[in-house]
């Protein structure tokens, strides 16, 4: 099992900024793809970025240029930097460690944009 703990959500003007952070603890694996998805209410939960163990990175086209994922493999760690950001950013993001056969999910960081 992995366990995934977020932190860094919280409530910010549009145009602002914020950090996600997210640590994983228990049967990792340096060859795991850490990601942040997000779900906004009555919507489904779709992918925000993500970093392979290799160092491939992969946004969605609507945080292209805004946010900046990175990570720490010996600290199995992983962050979203998140800039100008939109009320359309609105939303719960979740953490995601995932290898080949276990897919994992932390609780859930809530992101709110105000306008």
């Known amino acids: 099992q992995v366990q995934l703990v977020e932190s860094g959500g919280g409530l910010v003007q549009a145009g602002g900024s914020l950090r996600l952070s997210c640590a994983a603890s228990?049967?990792?694996?340096?060859?795991?793809?850490m990601g942040w998805y997000r779900q906004a209410p009555g919507t489904q939960r779709d992918l925000v970025a993500f970093?392979?163990?290799?160092?491939?990175?992969n946004y969605a086209d609507s945080v292209k240029g805004r946010f900046t994922i990175s990570r720490d493999i010996a600290k199995n760690t992983v962050t979203l930097q998140m800039n100008s950001l939109k009320p359309e950013d609105t939303a719960v993001y979740y953490c995601n460690y995932r290898l080949p056969l276990r897919n994992y999910w932390g609780q859930g960081t809530q992101v709110t944009v105000s306008s």
């Open positions: 970093i392979t163990s290799g160092g491939s990175i």
């Open positions: 228990g049967s990792t694996s340096s060859f795991a793809t």
